[in-house]
Structure formats: structure tokens, C-alpha cells
């Protein structure tokens, strides 16, 4: 059952939101944006997330991913920035189509989520869904074109 605020946030994004429910349930996708609303709302799997795995058996897999879509500290300090997360979002938002295609062969990556202002390297590519806030690209489509 969806709380009042996660109702807003579904009516606010509806058109994603039903995007999202004709993806398969097992589909994994990666993002900056909206990550919270992608497994919250659209009971949709995110690569990485704002989770953080309290048994040692998955903390080598999750710092593994975490660096693979928002990068190694001492690469995300030579970005501009005013603070980390300013930097993280701008090491996310340089990615390319084949930085995520090469993540997929290691982990399950179905789709790639990017800001529709800053998807100037997916222009190559014809998304799944677009709006005025975001791109969703599906990964697979990634190899066609090299």
C-alpha cells in the first residue's frame, strides 16, 4: 500500500512510475536520481542504493559497486564541486553508454536512469522513457552500437 507521501511522489511521476511496472520485476537499474522512488515506489531493484549491507560477507561487493557508478574518492575529488555529493553526481553524470554496458557483464544492470539535461552522451541511443527530468536507457540496447 502506497503512504500519502509516496502517493504525491506517484501522482508527481506517474508516467515513469507506469514505465517502471511494465519493466520485469527482476530488472536492476542504476541512477542518481530518483533511486529512492525507483525501489520505494516502483518496487524496482537499484544497483546501488542508500542501503548499506551490515554482513561482511557483501561489503567488498557493494564498495565495488558504489565505485563503479559514483567512482573512487581520490577520482571524485579532481571533479568541480562544492561538497561530495555536488562531486559524486558529476562523476554519475560524465558515464557513457559503454561505462555501463562494461559494469553489466560483472553485475546485473538492466537499465541506466540519467538526467534528461545531462544525457548528451546517450544521444546515440533511443530510451525506453524520457520525460523533462529524466532518460531511461535500456542497457542492452548499448551494444548495438559501438
Do not use: C, H
Amino acid at each position: 500500500m502506497i503512504n500519502s507521501p509516496q502517493k504525491d511522489i506517484y501522482k508527481k511521476d506517474k508516467e515513469m512510475f507506469q514505465f517502471l511496472e511494465t519493466t520485469n520485476k527482476n530488472s536492476v537499474f542504476v541512477s542518481y536520481a530518483k533511486k529512492l522512488d525507483i525501489s520505494n515506489i516502483g518496487k524496482r531493484a537499484v544497483f546501488i542504493g542508500n542501503g548499506f549491507p551490515f554482513n561482511e560477507t557483501y561489503l567488498k561487493e557493494y564498495q565495488e559497486r558504489k565505485e563503479l557508478v559514483f567512482g573512487k574518492i581520490n577520482d571524485v575529488n579532481k571533479l568541480d564541486g562544492q561538497w561530495i555529493g555536488e562531486k559524486v553526481v558529476n562523476y554519475f553524470r560524465k558515464k557513457r553508454p559503454q561505462d555501463f554496458l562494461k559494469i553489466a557483464k560483472k553485475y546485473k544492470l538492466d537499465y541506466v536512469v540519467v538526467e534528461s539535461k545531462y544525457s548528451s552522451n546517450f544521444v546515440a541511443f533511443r530510451p525506453k522513457f524520457e520525460n523533462n527530468e529524466v532518460k531511461i536507457y535500456k542497457i542492452s540496447d548499448f551494444k548495438e552500437k559501438r
